[in-house]
Protein backbone atom coordinates (compact mmCIF):
# COMPACT_ATOMS: atom_id res chain seq x y z
CA UNK A 1 0.00 0.00 0.00
CA UNK A 2 0.76 3.68 -0.49
CA UNK A 3 3.08 5.53 2.25
CA UNK A 4 2.81 9.28 0.66
CA UNK A 5 0.27 10.58 -1.86
CA UNK A 6 1.44 13.82 -3.11
CA UNK A 7 -1.11 16.30 -4.17
CA UNK A 8 -0.38 19.23 -6.24
CA UNK A 9 -2.72 21.75 -8.08
CA UNK A 10 -2.03 23.32 -11.59
CA UNK A 11 -0.32 26.68 -12.15
CA UNK A 12 -2.37 29.79 -12.20
CA UNK A 13 -4.84 30.24 -15.24
CA UNK A 14 -3.76 33.73 -15.52
CA UNK A 15 -5.68 37.40 -14.95
CA UNK A 16 -8.50 37.02 -17.14
CA UNK A 17 -9.79 34.11 -15.02
CA UNK A 18 -8.65 35.48 -11.41
CA UNK A 19 -11.68 35.60 -8.89
CA UNK A 20 -13.89 33.37 -11.87
CA UNK A 21 -15.99 29.51 -11.30
CA UNK A 22 -13.04 27.45 -13.23
CA UNK A 23 -14.12 23.92 -13.19
CA UNK A 24 -15.02 21.69 -16.26
CA UNK A 25 -13.96 24.64 -18.40
CA UNK A 26 -10.72 23.67 -20.13
CA UNK A 27 -8.33 26.37 -20.46
CA UNK A 28 -4.74 27.10 -20.35
CA UNK A 29 -2.28 28.30 -17.89
CA UNK A 30 -1.71 32.03 -17.72
CA UNK A 31 2.14 33.80 -17.80
CA UNK A 32 3.69 33.05 -14.34
CA UNK A 33 3.27 29.08 -15.16
CA UNK A 34 6.29 28.17 -16.11
CA UNK A 35 8.36 30.10 -12.56
CA UNK A 36 5.65 28.23 -10.26
CA UNK A 37 6.00 24.40 -12.21
CA UNK A 38 10.16 25.09 -11.74
CA UNK A 39 9.31 25.97 -7.86
CA UNK A 40 7.32 23.34 -7.82
CA UNK A 41 8.95 20.24 -9.63
CA UNK A 42 12.16 21.27 -7.05
CA UNK A 43 9.63 20.68 -3.80
CA UNK A 44 8.18 17.34 -5.54
CA UNK A 45 12.22 16.72 -6.38
CA UNK A 46 12.63 16.01 -2.64
CA UNK A 47 10.08 13.11 -2.47
CA UNK A 48 10.81 11.29 -5.59
CA UNK A 49 6.98 9.95 -6.66
CA UNK A 50 7.16 6.47 -8.39
CA UNK A 51 4.11 7.57 -10.77
CA UNK A 52 2.01 10.61 -11.33
CA UNK A 53 -1.59 10.72 -11.68
CA UNK A 54 -3.26 13.72 -14.04
CA UNK A 55 -6.46 15.55 -14.73
CA UNK A 56 -7.26 15.34 -18.27
CA UNK A 57 -7.30 18.95 -17.67
CA UNK A 58 -5.40 20.86 -20.36
CA UNK A 59 -4.38 23.11 -17.30
CA UNK A 60 -3.51 19.96 -15.11
CA UNK A 61 -1.50 18.02 -18.03
CA UNK A 62 0.62 21.34 -18.85
CA UNK A 63 1.72 21.89 -15.28
CA UNK A 64 2.52 18.13 -15.63
CA UNK A 65 4.61 19.15 -18.81
CA UNK A 66 5.85 21.98 -17.51
CA UNK A 67 6.76 20.32 -14.21
CA UNK A 68 9.11 17.56 -15.52
CA UNK A 69 9.74 13.99 -17.42
CA UNK A 70 9.39 10.76 -16.54
CA UNK A 71 12.78 10.98 -14.61
CA UNK A 72 11.46 13.45 -12.20
CA UNK A 73 7.47 12.32 -11.87
CA UNK A 74 7.48 8.58 -12.91
CA UNK A 75 5.40 6.92 -15.16
CA UNK A 76 2.11 9.98 -15.78
CA UNK A 77 -0.97 8.50 -16.32
CA UNK A 78 -4.30 10.47 -17.21
CA UNK A 79 -6.81 10.18 -14.64
CA UNK A 80 -10.43 11.08 -16.10
CA UNK A 81 -11.71 10.96 -12.15
CA UNK A 82 -9.39 13.91 -11.38
CA UNK A 83 -11.24 16.22 -13.27
CA UNK A 84 -12.69 19.32 -11.63
CA UNK A 85 -16.20 19.99 -10.36
CA UNK A 86 -18.52 20.83 -13.40
CA UNK A 87 -20.09 24.59 -12.27
CA UNK A 88 -22.60 24.62 -15.14
CA UNK A 89 -23.90 27.72 -16.26
CA UNK A 90 -21.57 29.42 -13.06
CA UNK A 91 -18.54 28.37 -15.08
CA UNK A 92 -16.26 31.83 -15.97
CA UNK A 93 -18.47 34.26 -13.51
CA UNK A 94 -17.59 35.62 -10.96
CA UNK A 95 -19.14 34.85 -7.14
CA UNK A 96 -21.13 38.85 -7.51
CA UNK A 97 -22.36 37.74 -10.75
CA UNK A 98 -23.69 34.51 -9.91
CA UNK A 99 -25.31 35.85 -6.64
CA UNK A 100 -26.78 38.68 -8.80
CA UNK A 101 -28.43 35.90 -11.28
CA UNK A 102 -29.13 33.44 -9.31
CA UNK A 103 -29.60 34.54 -5.66
CA UNK A 104 -32.01 31.84 -4.51
CA UNK A 105 -29.15 29.08 -5.61
CA UNK A 106 -26.48 30.77 -3.73
CA UNK A 107 -28.18 30.75 -0.27
CA UNK A 108 -28.65 27.13 -0.89
CA UNK A 109 -25.28 26.31 -1.68
CA UNK A 110 -24.05 27.91 1.73
CA UNK A 111 -26.01 25.68 3.38
CA UNK A 112 -23.59 22.58 2.70
CA UNK A 113 -25.22 19.90 1.32
CA UNK A 114 -24.26 16.88 -0.91
CA UNK A 115 -27.59 16.68 -2.80
CA UNK A 116 -26.62 20.16 -4.15
CA UNK A 117 -26.72 20.72 -8.27
CA UNK A 118 -25.01 23.15 -9.45
CA UNK A 119 -27.16 24.52 -12.40
CA UNK A 120 -26.32 22.63 -15.65
CA UNK A 121 -23.60 21.24 -13.59
CA UNK A 122 -22.66 18.49 -11.35
CA UNK A 123 -24.39 17.43 -8.06
CA UNK A 124 -21.82 17.86 -4.98
CA UNK A 125 -22.39 13.96 -4.12
CA UNK A 126 -21.59 12.85 -7.49
CA UNK A 127 -18.34 15.29 -7.33
CA UNK A 128 -17.83 13.79 -4.36
CA UNK A 129 -17.99 10.03 -5.02
CA UNK A 130 -15.60 10.35 -7.95
CA UNK A 131 -12.99 11.99 -6.05
CA UNK A 132 -13.19 9.59 -3.13
CA UNK A 133 -13.33 6.72 -5.56
CA UNK A 134 -9.93 7.76 -7.33
CA UNK A 135 -8.69 8.96 -3.88
CA UNK A 136 -9.12 5.16 -2.74
CA UNK A 137 -7.76 3.48 -5.65
CA UNK A 138 -4.91 5.56 -5.52
CA UNK A 139 -3.96 4.98 -1.57
CA UNK A 140 -4.42 1.36 -2.83
CA UNK A 141 -1.09 0.92 -5.03
CA UNK A 142 1.83 -0.79 -4.42
CA UNK A 143 4.00 2.24 -5.27
CA UNK A 144 5.61 4.12 -2.76
CA UNK A 145 5.10 7.69 -3.40
CA UNK A 146 2.10 8.79 -5.64
CA UNK A 147 2.03 12.11 -7.00
CA UNK A 148 -1.06 13.66 -7.97
CA UNK A 149 -1.64 16.70 -10.59
CA UNK A 150 -4.88 18.11 -9.95
CA UNK A 151 -7.21 21.13 -9.19
CA UNK A 152 -8.24 23.13 -6.03
CA UNK A 153 -11.46 20.91 -5.35
CA UNK A 154 -10.41 18.06 -6.03
CA UNK A 155 -7.27 18.32 -3.92
CA UNK A 156 -9.81 19.54 -1.24
CA UNK A 157 -12.13 16.48 -1.63
CA UNK A 158 -9.36 14.28 -1.67
CA UNK A 159 -7.43 15.83 2.22
CA UNK A 160 -11.28 15.10 3.69
CA UNK A 161 -11.85 11.72 2.12
CA UNK A 162 -7.93 10.32 3.04
CA UNK A 163 -8.03 11.68 6.35
CA UNK A 164 -11.29 10.51 7.29
CA UNK A 165 -13.09 13.81 7.68
CA UNK A 166 -16.67 14.79 6.82
CA UNK A 167 -16.72 16.47 3.26
CA UNK A 168 -18.38 19.44 5.10
CA UNK A 169 -15.16 20.09 5.37
CA UNK A 170 -13.97 20.81 2.33
CA UNK A 171 -13.48 24.58 2.20
CA UNK A 172 -11.73 24.67 4.74
CA UNK A 173 -8.48 24.12 2.93
CA UNK A 174 -6.97 26.87 0.64
CA UNK A 175 -5.37 25.34 -2.22
CA UNK A 176 -2.98 27.75 -3.75
CA UNK A 177 -2.15 27.04 -7.43
CA UNK A 178 1.27 25.55 -7.98
CA UNK A 179 1.67 24.44 -4.13
CA UNK A 180 1.72 20.37 -2.93
CA UNK A 181 0.21 18.88 -0.04
CA UNK A 182 1.61 15.72 1.25
CA UNK A 183 -0.50 13.06 3.19
CA UNK A 184 1.47 10.20 5.06
CA UNK A 185 -0.06 7.12 5.57
CA UNK A 186 0.70 5.10 8.83
CA UNK A 187 -1.44 1.94 10.21
CA UNK A 188 -3.85 4.41 12.19
CA UNK A 189 -4.47 6.00 8.55
CA UNK A 190 -3.58 9.25 6.86
CA UNK A 191 -1.58 12.32 8.38
CA UNK A 192 -1.55 15.74 6.67
CA UNK A 193 2.23 16.29 6.51
CA UNK A 194 2.18 19.56 4.50
CA UNK A 195 0.07 22.22 2.85
CA UNK A 196 0.50 24.52 0.41
CA UNK A 197 4.11 23.29 0.39
Known amino acids: MVKRLLLARHCETGPDYSGRFVGSSDIGLGP???EQAERLAAIIGAYQPAITFCSPLRRAQLTAGMVGNDTLLGEILTEPDLREVDFGRWEGLTFAEIAKSDSELVKRWSVWSPEFAFPDGEVTADFLKRVQAVGDRLAAR?????LVIAHGGVVRALICHLLG???SNYL???IKPARLTVIDYFSEGGVLSGLNL
Open 172 to 174: LFD
Open 165 to 167: LPA
Open 32 to 34: TAP
Open 142 to 146: EEETV
